[in-house]
């Protein structure tokens, strides 16, 4: 195991072998498998592009020999911030051939969040895209190279800058296979070793490093892909960014590879490319979350295409309400599928033959019955059925602490290696039903904010005497930050100006306020904490007066 990580203890991990949950095999092993079964099969389509399974591991093979040939070695950390693109499958495969790990940036992240990423993870390359959106990655990294001492390479999909490395330069088809063949043998990881580092939900500062296995990451597909029903007629459509857990493996692109399926790259969210790439490409499962979701069936798209091949809507990030879970049957014919999980394991999901009552109020059930949770109140003491507490847990595929952080991990862990998930819940039998959170942190359509993030950098600002960052009502994200602030004494300040300060911190933009209150005083308690509660209550007061 990788040094700053923490293993299974070897009693369970050798449990897990015996009962077949970890099977030894790598994570691009496991796309190889399918890719012998069905090598003609398109594994991915992305626009006119149409990649079979085939094709996808020959790329993915040169190209991890690429990487080796420059100088990437096991166990060294490669930062990924690819948009939703074939390189960005092939680029993660490459690099877990060779025992590399991928550190998985999202497009949002901008130079705070990636210079932590690089400076945590002690990455030693940073691949990126040239230019999306009209914003420009190349820039991003030239500004970062100088302050982050380990960064050696960056590497560019599409057209690099000077000293940068073009992605497609470290492909050689005239590499003979026996050659890359003997090549990858060598550097083979073992399957027990960290191949991926996901973000945590950051609900204080930035985020943590979650160290994933080969082993559990493969279970993690494999468990998610079954309870999606998820089999080699599957075409399931990518429209969420690819290096989310939810998007990656829960059971995203990684669950479609290991039952043989197909995995469409969206190429836009509206309703009318979703349901034109439905009908195109007769897609039967699509990944969202709330804000999609609630656009979608508030549109008239629907009607106009060929919707019949869709089975399943799967929504991860924040609950979708009932009435919404109800509408999609309705409208779309189609199952709602909750998805309620973490990227440090434990997932849950809701059946797609559940009782009416699961299916359209739960939060689903564990997708492993080796997945341990208990339901525990502030003192650590389990509680009974039906009573609100947090939920713990440890499983086969939930990790045993983050990556070189002992503080967090003292927080974060329970004795016996459970992890507290910080989410207030229900428990009915396995199934659990979600009902807010323990930690401060706002929930924007499934973009988590930590509120003491943002508090700290208004903080910063010099007319700024006090701040408070809360959660307010919104109808197509759930929630949407709100600053509440006191300004120091003849201060005045605008909504504009605290964004012209804010984007000079250069942090993603779902992370900023979408609304500024000017206080006199903040709402405090008998003992002089601030209530903010009542701020919350105060705002969504305000706005329904303001909607009327």
């Given at each position: 195991?990788?040094?700053?990580?923490?293993?299974?203890?070897?009693?369970?991990?050798?449990?897990?072998?015996?009962?077949?949950?970890?099977?030894?095999?790598?994570?691009?092993?496991?796309?190889?498998?399918?890719?012998?079964?069905?090598?003609?099969?398109?594994?991915?389509?992305?626009?006119?592009?149409?990649?079979?399974?085939?094709?996808?591991?020959?790329?993915?093979?040169?190209?991890?020999?690429?990487?080796?040939?420059?100088?990437?070695?096991?166990?060294?950390?490669?930062?990924?911030?690819?948009?939703?693109?074939?390189?960005?499958?092939?680029?993660?495969?490459?690099?877990?051939?060779?025992?590399?790990?991928?550190?998985?940036?999202?497009?949002?992240?901008?130079?705070?969040?990636?210079?932590?990423?690089?400076?945590?993870?002690?990455?030693?390359?940073?691949?990126?895209?040239?230019?999306?959106?009209?914003?420009?990655?190349?820039?991003?990294?030239?500004?970062?190279?100088?302050?982050?001492?380990?960064?050696?390479?960056?590497?560019?999909?599409?057209?690099?800058?000077?000293?940068?490395?073009?992605?497609?330069?470290?492909?050689?088809?005239?590499?003979?296979?026996?050659?890359?063949?003997?090549?990858?043998?060598?550097?083979?990881?073992?399957?027990?070793?960290?191949?991926?580092?996901?973000?945590?939900?950051?609900?204080?500062?930035?985020?943590?490093?979650?160290?994933?296995?080969?082993?559990?990451?493969?279970?993690?597909?494999?468990?998610?892909?079954?309870?999606?029903?998820?089999?080699?007629?599957?075409?399931?459509?990518?429209?969420?960014?690819?290096?989310?857990?939810?998007?990656?493996?829960?059971?995203?692109?990684?669950?479609?590879?290991?039952?043989?399926?197909?995995?469409?790259?969206?190429?836009?969210?509206?309703?009318?490319?979703?349901?034109?790439?439905?009908?195109?490409?007769?897609?039967?499962?699509?990944?969202?979350?709330?804000?999609?979701?609630?656009?979608?069936?508030?549109?008239?798209?629907?009607?106009?295409?060929?919707?019949?091949?869709?089975?399943?809507?799967?929504?991860?990030?924040?609950?979708?309400?009932?009435?919404?879970?109800?509408?999609?049957?309705?409208?779309?014919?189609?199952?709602?599928?909750?998805?309620?999980?973490?990227?440090?394991?434990?997932?849950?999901?809701?059946?797609?033959?559940?009782?009416?009552?699961?299916?359209?109020?739960?939060?689903?059930?564990?997708?492993?019955?080796?997945?341990?949770?208990?339901?525990?109140?502030?003192?650590?003491?389990?509680?009974?059925?039906?009573?609100?507490?947090?939920?713990?847990?440890?499983?086969?595929?939930?990790?045993?602490?983050?990556?070189?952080?002992?503080?967090?991990?003292?927080?974060?862990?329970?004795?016996?290696?459970?992890?507290?998930?910080?989410?207030?819940?229900?428990?009915?039998?396995?199934h659990v039903f979600t009902e807010g959170r323990r930690k401060d942190l706002i929930n924007r359509g499934g973009e988590k904010i930590s509120c003491e993030e943002i508090e700290n950098l208004i903080f910063a600002h010099p007319k700024v005497k006090s701040v408070v960052l809360v959660a307010m009502p919104d109808p197509v994200f759930g929630e949407k930050a709100c600053a509440c602030v006191v300004l120091k004494s003849g201060e005045t300040l605008g909504f504009d100006e605290l964004m012209v300060f804010l984007g000079a911190k250069q942090i993603a933009s779902?992370?900023?306020?979408?609304?500024?209150?000017?206080?006199?005083?903040?709402?405090?308690?008998?003992?002089?904490?601030?209530?903010?509660?009542?701020?919350?209550?105060?705002?969504?007061?305000?706005?329904?007066?303001?909607?009327?």
């Amino acid at each position: 195991m990788l040094q700053g990580c923490m293993g299974w203890p070897d009693d369970l991990a050798a449990r897990y072998r015996a009962a077949g949950l970890w099977e030894g095999v790598t994570i691009p092993e496991m796309v190889e498998r399918t890719a012998r079964s069905q090598p003609e099969k398109i594994a991915i389509v992305c626009g006119e592009r149409r990649i079979s399974y085939a094709e996808l591991i020959r790329r993915s093979r040169l190209l991890a020999f690429g990487f080796a040939q420059s100088g990437i070695s096991a166990g060294e950390r490669v930062v990924m911030q690819l948009p939703n693109i074939p390189e960005f499958v092939t680029t993660y495969l490459a690099l877990n051939w060779i025992g590399a790990i991928p550190v998985m940036a999202l497009r949002a992240h901008r130079h705070a969040e990636v210079r932590h990423f690089l400076d945590a993870s002690g990455a030693i390359a940073y691949v990126v895209a040239d230019r999306v959106g009209g914003f420009d990655y190349r820039d991003m990294a030239r500004d970062l190279r100088p302050q982050c001492q380990a960064l050696c390479h960056i590497i560019v999909a599409g057209e690099p800058a000077a000293g940068q490395i073009a992605l497609d330069d470290l492909f050689d088809a005239s590499i003979p296979e026996a050659q890359v063949t003997a090549q990858l043998r060598k550097l083979r990881p073992a399957p027990g070793e960290v191949a991926t580092m996901l973000l945590s939900g950051g609900t204080t500062s930035m985020s943590k490093l979650i160290p994933r296995t080969h082993d559990d990451y493969v279970l993690n597909a494999r468990l998610c892909g079954a309870a999606a029903g998820f089999d080699r007629n599957t075409v399931f459509l990518a429209l969420l960014p690819l290096g989310h857990n939810y998007n990656l493996a829960s059971p995203g692109l990684l669950g479609t590879f290991y039952h043989g399926g197909t995995v469409i790259i969206g190429t836009g969210t509206s309703a009318e490319e979703v349901f034109a790439a439905v009908e195109q490409e007769r897609v039967t499962v699509i990944a969202a979350v709330v804000p999609l979701i609630s656009n979608w069936l508030n549109s008239d798209a629907p009607g106009r295409f060929d919707v019949s091949s869709l089975r399943v809507i799967q929504n991860g990030g924040a609950r979708l309400a009932p009435e919404l879970r109800v509408r999609l049957r309705t409208r779309l014919r189609c199952t709602p599928q909750e998805i309620y999980g973490t990227a440090e394991g434990l997932i849950n999901m809701t059946g797609l033959d559940d009782p009416e009552a699961l299916l359209m109020h739960s939060s689903g059930a564990p997708v492993s019955k080796h997945d341990e949770i208990r339901v525990v109140d502030d003192s650590g003491k389990e509680v009974a059925d039906g009573v609100a507490g947090e939920l713990v847990t440890r499983g086969p595929y939930t990790i045993r602490g983050y990556y070189n952080a002992p503080e967090k991990n003292a927080e974060a862990f329970l004795p016996g290696g459970w992890y507290r998930m910080g989410d207030i819940v229900r428990r009915e039998g396995r199934h659990v039903f979600t009902e807010g959170r323990r930690k401060d942190l706002i929930n924007r359509g499934g973009e988590k904010i930590s509120c003491e993030e943002i508090e700290n950098l208004i903080f910063a600002h010099p007319k700024v005497k006090s701040v408070v960052l809360v959660a307010m009502p919104d109808p197509v994200f759930g929630e949407k930050a709100c600053a509440c602030v006191v300004l120091k004494s003849g201060e005045t300040l605008g909504f504009d100006e605290l964004m012209v300060f804010l984007g000079a911190k250069q942090i993603a933009s779902f992370k900023l306020p979408e609304r500024l209150e000017v206080m006199t005083e903040f709402p405090v308690s008998p003992v002089g904490k601030i209530l903010k509660s009542k701020l919350r209550e105060q705002i969504a007061e305000k706005l329904a007066s303001e909607n009327q």
